[in-house]
């Protein structure tokens, strides 16, 4: 089966700095989201990216959060001056077209620990 | 606005014994309907879903899971658990239906754990 990629599986940063998450969807997919995973809480929804834009976001996805497609196979986040609160698991996943079709793939995470 | 309820937040079963774990969604037109597993340091596992049709849903993993309109329900049943199963189990809602592209709106999960 097809698979969404994300790396790294961990990362560990000081409060304020930068972060770029990076994920590579499956290769024909045409829907990109970011979901997080705060621990021990549910998985909310970040943002969702088609066609070289975004097409919805949650009220999470501020202006410290962006998402690019700099290639034809790589879909990153970026948190531009992260807080304590941003320390959560961070999923990426992808989907051909719409839910009675295919099904959303989902990475297997990032755990992004912010100190 | 769409939301996912799954009132159990653990459950514990025995080997062998069945399972239902809860969902409730709030949807203003025909939902769809999503349940998903998570296990340990594990992405997240399509298990089953529901777009129309025959009410119950066969999914992975023997599970299945019946859409109950008028209860607003998707609740997930296993005749008989393995040990395997303990995992985190999240319910899920499509925010705008089957257009291609919406989101996925979770519930909060379940924690399964399976006793010997």
């Known amino acids: 089966e097809p698979e969404v990629t994300q790396t790294p599986s961990h990362q560990v940063t000081q409060m304020g700095q930068e972060v770029i998450l990076r994920c590579v969807p499956i290769s024909n997919h045409l829907y990109f989201y970011w979901y997080r995973q705060i621990l021990g809480q549910k998985v909310e929804f970040l943002v969702s990216?088609?066609?070289?834009?975004?097409?919805?976001k949650s009220e999470i996805f501020d202006d410290q959060f962006s998402v690019e497609r700099p290639d034809g196979s790589n879909f990153t986040l970026k948190i531009r001056s992260t807080k304590l609160e941003d320390s959560a698991m961070y999923f990426c996943?992808?989907?051909?077209?719409?839910?009675?079709?295919?099904?959303?793939?989902f990475g297997s995470g990032t755990q992004l620990s912010v100190l | 606005a769409q939301s996912v309820t799954q009132p159990d937040i653990h459950i514990t079963v025995s080997e062998g014994a069945s399972l239902e774990l809860r969902c409730n969604y709030s949807y203003g037109a025909t939902p769809y309907l999503f349940w998903y597993v998570q296990s340990p340091g594990q992405g997240l596992q399509l298990l089953l879903k529901?777009?129309?049709?025959?009410?119950l849903v066969q999914g992975i993993k023997g599970f299945e899971a019946e859409f109950k309109r008028s209860q607003s329900s998707f609740n997930l049943r296993k005749p008989s658990v393995h040990w395997s199963d303990a995992a985190e189990y999240f319910c899920?809602?499509?925010?705008?239906?089957?257009?291609?592209?919406?989101?996925?709106?979770f519930g909060k999960g379940t924690t399964l754990s399976v006793s010997s």
């Open positions: 996943a992808s989907m051909g077209s719409s839910p009675s079709g295919e099904k959303l793939f």
């Open positions: 529901y777009f129309s049709g025959d009410t």
């Open positions: 990216f088609y066609n070289n834009e975004i097409s919805e």
């Open positions: 899920a809602v499509a925010s705008r239906g089957n257009q291609a592209g919406t989101a996925l709106i």
